[in-house]
């Protein structure tokens, strides 16, 4: 069992903790509405409609956390030796599940323009990827041998935090199975929406937290390592109040771009949204 430490810390800060306002907006009004392992709440904002762990896990491993226990057995984390980056580059990463060719395909013939940041990089699979298909990539990635790996062995650029990327600076802010990990989203939508060109386009991938249809089923989506459980309706509800206006969601890339909303909980919410007004 891959993530047994933290699971375990998890369930011992659950006896002890709690995590009443909302890691999104603050608010203080929110409800339980599941329990995982007896003990660990999880609640659903009434304000903004996110859904989170009580309590937020916190690793005593601190920013190493995802260096030392996010494992997950495939070229997410793990760094491939030499000789076996050699073939994913040749094969472009074909025959794995981190070939992103097919959404990378639609993305450029959706025209959105080839500056390109993408939040949460890994050790820069997709950006090395994007670079094939005419995108003019940077990276994210808090990470920092992740980030070295990709820096140093993939030739791409990633930097350590989106304070690093200038404002107005990009076409297409992208970001797939990041967000669902973060204990605080307080601070990532205004810095989307700030380092966007005006009209640039924010392309979003997350798990579907569909709660209120699958109830207990979803529950496995939520946890230690994924403390939030994101719906279309949040996005629905929130995006506007950053700035951008939402274009469509999507069950899959294959679909993209015709909009598909995303139904069984084993799909994901992928939307597309422009920015299109001042934040405030
Ligand atoms: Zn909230």
């Known amino acids: 069992m891959a993530n047994i430490i933290p699971r375990m810390e998890f369930l011992v800060q659950s006896l002890?903790?709690?995590?009443?306002?909302?890691?999104?907006?603050?608010?203080?009004?929110?409800?339980?509405?599941?329990?995982?392992?007896?003990?660990?709440?999880?609640r659903e904002c009434v304000t903004c409609g996110l859904f989170f762990t009580d309590p937020v896990y916190e690793t005593m491993f601190g920013s190493t956390f995802y260096d030392v226990?996010?494992?997950?057995?495939?070229?997410?984390?793990?760094?491939?030796?030499?000789?076996?980056?050699?073939?994913?580059?040749?094969?472009?990463?074909?025959g794995t599940n981190k070939y992103y060719g097919v959404r990378l395909e639609r993305l450029r013939d959706a025209r959105i323009g080839t500056t390109m940041a993408e939040i949460g990089s890994s050790w820069g699979?997709?950006?090395?990827?994007?670079?094939?298909?005419?995108?003019?990539?940077?990276?994210?990635?808090?990470?920092?041998?992740?980030?070295?790996?990709?820096?140093?062995?993939?030739?791409?650029?990633?930097?350590?935090?989106?304070?690093?990327?200038?404002?107005?600076?990009f076409?297409?802010?992208y970001t797939s199975h990041v967000l669902e990990h973060f204990t605080d989203l307080s601070t990532i939508f205004p810095e989307m929406h700030r380092v966007l060109k005006p009209?640039?386009?924010?392309?979003?991938?997350?798990?579907?937290?569909?709660f209120a249809t699958h109830q207990a089923e979803v529950l496995q989506i939520i946890g230690a390592v994924h403390p939030l459980g994101f719906t279309a309706d949040f996005f629905s509800r929130n995006l506007p109040r950053y700035g951008f206006r939402i274009l469509?969601?999507?069950q899959s890339w294959e679909h993209f771009p015709t909009p598909k909303a995303?139904?069984?909980?084993?799909?994901?919410?992928?939307?597309?949204a422009e920015k299109t007004s001042p934040a405030f």
Do not use: M
Not at 69 to 93: A, C
């Open 16 to 42: 002890f903790r709690s995590q009443r306002q909302c890691p999104h907006c603050g608010s203080g009004e929110t409800k339980v509405r599941a329990r995982k392992y007896v003990t660990i709440r999880i």
């Open 69 to 94: 226990l996010y494992v997950e057995h495939d070229l997410t984390t793990d760094l491939p030796p030499p000789d076996q980056l050699e073939t994913l580059k040749q094969k472009r990463f074909q």
């Open 125 to 169: 699979y997709f950006l090395f990827q994007a670079q094939h298909y005419g995108f003019e990539p940077t990276g994210v990635e808090i990470s920092q041998p992740r980030r070295e790996f990709g820096q140093k062995h993939l030739g791409v650029n990633i930097v350590d935090g989106t304070d690093k990327l200038p404002s107005e600076g």
């Open 171 to 173: 076409d297409l802010v």
């Open 199 to 210: 009209q640039g386009k924010l392309v979003l991938e997350v798990p579907h937290f569909a």
């Open 248 to 250: 469509d969601f999507y």
């Open 262 to 272: 995303p139904q069984a909980h084993s799909n994901v919410v992928a939307l597309l």
